[in-house]
């Protein structure tokens, strides 16, 4: 099979199994499945085979059902309780760049963009910023000018399934456009991915920035991108279909597949951004990486779990240099909904020194 990336982007719907008598459907469907074999296809140091297939499927399919439960679980609590609810107004410092992640829209950041414009005091809009440019709208079809009093930026990218090698550049460009407005120091949030494409930034020598916040950002890659990439390689056709993944996804899941220490091979990319994390330290005068324990989450080779947030295991959070606080419970602790997680803003409220007023 040739690899061609699709030419539009296609998020993953996440279809994945409710209940584990699914998973043990799919786990039958997947000795079954008929596909086009790529035997150069490697599972860590697995070779390629029927039974390589059945583990990846298998742990493919309870990873994602694990991620899905939780995050319903998140969506019940959030009905019962609206996110942000129950934390201060805030007035910040530095103006603040939300740098998303693999396919993060902007809607992702909406419940902290309202929180931190609540008080009126730092400023009255969100502004988008792509390719250099501000925009007043979501999609960065009204080009804007920035004003003394915008604070609050996110950052969009040309597609929300960017790798870092190619949203790197493009948050440099928009670091740079805050600062031309005349701010000095710009403060930035990556959530997931976006941390990794911050990281690069400042491994490629680009903007300097005063702090840099991280939630749930794979420093050491997941066993879910691992396995996404192996079935995908593979062409497992119908377990694509539960996460709706496709090889236009390769270069970010390249990018996240788990990160071994000791095996460079096991993730290059990875491996060259944390063999030189002081270099990307020395970048931001303030570094925090901050992550989720309360989840279970599919990290081992074998299929075993670690607490993390259902997708980011809390071990990929960590790395040596770098100041780290991991959050306990669940609810908004599951991966996609950190952005909006009350714990999480109050740990960047104290981070970022947000004065809190009335």
């Known amino acids: 099979m040739s690899i061609v990336a699709a030419n539009a982007p296609v998020l993953p719907t996440w279809n994945f199994p409710t209940s584990w008598e699914e998973v043990k459907k799919s786990i039958d469907e997947s000795s079954h499945a008929q596909r086009e074999p790529r035997d150069d296809v490697k599972l860590g140091d697995r070779d390629a085979s029927w039974r390589t297939d059945l583990v990846a499927v298998t742990q493919f399919a309870a990873s994602g059902f694990l991620y899905t439960r939780a995050g319903k679980s998140a969506d019940k609590m959030n009905q019962e309780r609206p996110p942000l609810s129950d934390v201060s107004n805030v007035k910040m410092n530095d103006p603040l760049v939300l740098v998303p992640g693999w396919t993060t829209l902007p809607e992702k950041f909406d419940r902290v963009v309202d929180q931190l414009l609540a008080s009126d005091q730092n400023g009255k809009r969100p502004v988008y910023l792509k390719e250099g440019q501000a925009f007043s709208d979501k999609e960065c079809l009204t080009p804007t000018e920035i004003a003394a009093d915008d604070k609050v930026f996110v950052a969009v990218f040309d597609t929300p399934l960017d790798a870092p090698d190619k949203s790197a550049p493009q948050l440099n460009d928009a670091i740079a456009a805050v600062k031309k407005s005349g701010h000095d120091k710009v403060d930035v949030v990556g959530y997931s991915m976006g941390g990794l494409a911050i990281r690069k930034m400042l491994q490629d020598d680009g903007q300097k920035l005063d702090q840099v916040a991280m939630l749930g950002t794979a420093n050491r890659g997941t066993r879910f991108a691992t396995l996404a990439k192996y079935i995908v390689e593979r062409d497992i056709g119908w377990a694509m279909s539960l996460g ?115």
């Open 244 to 358: 709706n993944i496709n090889v236009s996804h390769l270069p970010a899941l390249s990018w996240l597949k788990a990160w071994d220490a000791q095996d460079p091979e096991s993730n290059p990319m990875l491996d060259d951004l944390n063999k030189n994390i002081d270099h990307q330290l020395s970048g931001a005068n303030e570094f925090l990486s901050i992550g989720s324990r309360g989840l279970s989450t599919i990290s081992k080779s074998w299929g075993g779990s670690e607490g993390g947030d259902g997708l980011v295991p809390h071990s990929s959070v960590e790395l040596p240099g770098l100041p780290t606080v991991l959050l306990e419970g669940r609810g908004n602790k599951q991966h996609g909904n950190l952005p909006h997680d009350s714990d999480v803003f109050r740990e960047l409220t104290d981070f970022f020194g947000w004065e809190k007023v009335a």
